[in-house]
């Protein structure tokens, strides 16, 4: 299968990550590091399935987004492509519990497919962005998640002093150095300035620094990595992390998809800034052949 391979810079062109969240009351904040790098003895086992708004316990939606170590498992029984960050066909070490990324639509489709071929009481699905939706419920306004203001924070702290290079060949600053602190800076609200500037091809998205975390599946965390934020049905993560998928096909009114159609996906990344992640920010979507490096996916289970 020919599959397109997309930065997620191209399609979160309509996110202005710099803009300021009105719902971002305190500086973000990271799971502790223990949440992050830890490895999961259980991170392969069946996932958890939630019923949620008016569906009945026939459809369930689950806990989680798919990671990687799940969708390891259907690579390894398959002998479908592994996403494009995964080395040697392995996920990056440390990464079990989280989010699979750069899968398509249809890489999407073929897990489920995996999925209820080895389950004879259900079938699997990509839920619809209205499903999702009612899975989610409302945003809490103090809800913690892994948005780009983490990103920035954590970055910041670690090596601020650290010299990033811009790499891209439209840049009006190709080949220039910068202090990272230079380039990128948090308001004490949260919201993040010199995330990117798509007019001159400036802003840390066009740094070596950020194509080194794209190429590594970027700056995800594990999916439990914040259980004090729950949906409306209890599943976890789904706000920022990575973008899910949805089978509902729409007219994109974000981004470079603005006026084309294609597949809704919903709750943000940990690119996108902290209101695009908002169960009510809709319009965003890409094509269903695209692999991204901010969009993952989290599926339905049907009882028979």
Not at 121 to 146: C, I, K, M, Q, V
Request: hydrophobic letters at 35%.
């Amino acid at each position: 299968m020919n599959k397109t391979i997309i930065i997620c810079a191209a399609g979160l062109i309509g996110i202005a990550a710099f803009a300021v969240s009105r719902h971002v009351k305190t500086p973000p904040k990271e799971p502790n590091d223990n949440a992050v790098s830890a490895k999961s003895e259980t991170a392969a086992q069946e996932p958890a399935f939630l019923p949620f708004g008016e569906a009945s316990n026939a459809a369930k939606i689950a806990q989680y987004p798919v990671t990687n170590a799940e969708y390891a498992r259907f690579v390894k029984e398959t002998g479908h492509e592994p996403p494009r960050y995964w080395k040697n066909g392995k996920f990056p070490e440390g990464k079990e519990k989280h989010p699979v990324l750069w899968v398509s639509l249809r890489d999407a489709e073929a897990y489920c497919a995996w999925l209820g071929k080895n389950d004879a009481a259900h079938t699997y699905r990509l839920p619809t962005e209205a499903e999702w939706e009612s899975a989610a419920g409302a945003t809490p306004h103090d809800a913690e998640f892994n948005f780009n203001g983490v990103i920035a924070a954590h970055l910041l702290k670690k090596d601020k002093d650290r010299l990033v290079e811009f790499v891209h060949p439209k840049s009006e600053l190709k080949g220039k150095k910068q202090k990272l602190s230079e380039v990128i800076s948090i308001s004490p609200n949260g919201g993040v300035r010199g995330w990117v500037n798509h007019r001159n091809y400036t802003g840390f998205i066009y740094t070596d620094l950020f194509r080194e975390i794209s190429d590594a599946g970027g700056r995800t965390t594990p999916v439990d990595a914040y259980p004090q934020t729950k949906a409306a049905c209890g599943a976890l993560d789904m706000w920022g992390n990575c973008w899910e998928w949805t089978s509902t096909e729409i007219v994109a009114r974000n981004g470079a998809e603005r006026g084309k159609n294609v597949n809704a996906i919903k709750g943000g990344s940990w690119y996108a800034n902290k209101s695009s992640c908002r169960t009510d920010y809709s319009g965003e979507g890409r094509r269903p052949e695209g692999c991204y490096n901010t969009v993952g996916f989290r599926v339905m289970q049907i009882a028979k």
